[in-house]
């Protein structure tokens, strides 16, 4: 790592913290500003909500594996280069996103839009460890952690309000201001190359591990269409194994692996990566059926499902701001932990409301997620970085940023593989005759809320029972924890 001079610091600390925020906030607008839009492209281009749902798996996918490997990027090109390169990519693939025609394309765009993400949605917690004074660091995280979520605040109503106005291309021509802004404010961080004496990654097995996660995602996705026990499934399944295996043999030999090998004996940041991933793959998979709910079983227009859907974030933000005091005063892990319980009584009263049709219970819903993620997110990005070994601060946080990535994307694979198994966007029943759309999405919506239920209570419990080191950022390779 390179010792930035202090002076040159102190003097671009500001700037930097917001090129790191709205490189985040990207990441946050786009997913608010398109989580309206699904259901309205899934029938523009007549395909099934499986299909349509490539649009956010595409970039899920191309966002993994760019965060995977944006530790090593960034120490080798520097931040200034990584920064603005990765938001020049996202403006192009925005600009072609727009005039797609058909779902295909649009989802090998995304996907390439989601690779700029990719070292947007990593950068911020190296880039605090490594700009940011030490006494300044908690008050950063806080802000790169919540502040960005004002992206769906914005994007959400504003995506109701193009859907209303324009057409659903218009929802990626206006995220473009934001990505100049983004770009003028990358322009802060200083053009010094970081000098790293590790090897690049090994190229096949970074194939491998693509290989397989695409061939995950593709047969949750349309495993329930090609049935379960068909031939092509049964080879999709043991493809993905294969590559699996392979990418795992050659994790093992390699000198240079994509996972930093010793990262896995520090139990008690593999832990708190794991807690963290659980947390926000049931949010994201329950986030993203959401929209179809109010449109489906409520039938809510898309601006008034795009108002309604702000409360999440809005809630979220505002409890979120005022973390960095309360984290001064209460332990990471106890704000966690509430952050826990909030999540089980939102997945309660979403399942209340999708019962009994009741959209005030859904509203309250989204109050108590907004809250359970104030508090999760800010205290979580804490205590994984206070648990992270000094020494591999690249490798710890590109390990932390893919683990994230990886379980929102199969958060929504697993949740819509599950929705899937009840109806399709056409209206037909698997197993309910005589039900209508709307009860189909209310029942779909409550067995993914079940679902979920049990995995974050299971969690939970041994979230309870863990325990937590804090301060371990001096650490060295081969000292006890």
């Known amino acids: ?17 917001l090129a790191l925020i709205l490189g985040a906030f990207l990441n946050t607008f786009d997913s608010g500003i398109l989580a309206v839009c699904i259901p309205v492209i899934s029938q523009t281009f007549n395909t099934t909500v499986s299909l349509a749902a490539w649009t956010i798996l595409a970039y899920g996918l191309g966002l993994i594996m760019l965060a995977l490997l944006s530790g090593k990027i960034y120490s080798k090109v520097g931040f200034f280069k990584g920064y603005t390169v990765s938001v020049a990519v996202f403006i192009i693939a925005c600009i072609f996103c727009g005039f797609s025609k058909d779902i295909f394309t649009l989802s090998i765009l995304r996907f390439i839009q989601g690779c700029g993400a ?15 004074p030490e006494e300044k660091q908690r008050f950063s995280y806080n802000l790169v952690s919540a502040v960005p979520y004002a992206g769906i605040l914005i994007g959400t109503p504003l995506g109701g ?15 473009i201001p934001v990505c100049i802004l983004a770009l003028l404010a990358g322009f802060s961080f200083p053009k010094l190359k970081r000098h790293s004496f590790s090897k690049g990654p090994d190229g096949l097995s970074l194939c491998f591990l693509f290989l ?36 795992t043999r050659r994790e093992r030999l390699t000198k240079s692996p994509l996972f930093e090998r010793y990262l896995f004996s520090c139990k008690t940041f593999i832990r708190r990566v ?49 973390g960095g005091w309360i984290l001064r005063r209460l332990s990471s892990k ?21 019962a009994f049709r009741s959209l005030e219970l859904i509203c309250i819903g ?13 205290s979580s990005m804490n205590n994984v970085m206070d648990n992270l070994p000094g020494p591999y601060l690249e490798e710890g946080n590109s390990l932390y940023s893919f683990a994230r990535a990886v379980t929102q994307i199969m958060g929504i694979a697993v949740f819509e593989t599950i929705w899937s198994q009840i109806f399709t966007h056409k209206g037909d029943i698997k197993f309910m005759a005589g039900m209508d759309i709307g009860s189909a999405a209310a029942l779909s919506f409550q067995t993914i809320l079940l ?31």
């Open 1 to 17: 790592m390179v010792a930035f001079p202090i002076e040159e610091l102190q003097s671009r600390k500001s700037i930097i913290l």
């Open 118 to 132: 990719g070292m947007l949605y990593s950068i911020g917690p190296m880039a605090i460890r490594t700009f940011i």
């Open 161 to 175: 309000l193009i859907l209303e106005f324009f057409s659903w291309q218009y929802t990626f021509f206006f995220q």
């Open 212 to 247: 397989s996660l695409f061939l995950l995602t593709f047969l949750l996705n349309q495993g329930d269409e090609m049935g379960w026990l068909s031939v092509p499934t049964v080879l999709l399944l043991g493809a993905t194994i294969f590559a699996l295996i392979i990418f």
């Open 274 to 322: 794991r807690e963290v991933s659980v947390f926000m793959g049931i949010c994201y998979g329950v986030s993203f059926f959401v929209p179809f709910l109010l449109l489906w079983t409520f039938s809510l227009s898309p601006v008034i499902s795009g108002f309604l859907f702000l409360i999440d974030p809005l809630v979220m933000v505002c409890v979120a701001i005022p």
């Open 334 to 354: 106890y704000i966690m932990k509430w952050g826990y319980i909030f999540l089980i009584a939102t997945l309660s009263v979403y399942a209340g409301g999708a």
């Open 366 to 378: 989204l109050i108590l997620s907004g809250i359970s993620k104030g508090l999760y997110y800010p």
């Open 451 to 481: 679902f979920s239920i049990l995995i974050v209570i299971i969690s939970f419990l041994f979230f309870t029972r863990s325990k937590t080191m804090n301060n371990f950022n001096a650490g060295s390779p081969g000292k006890k924890w």
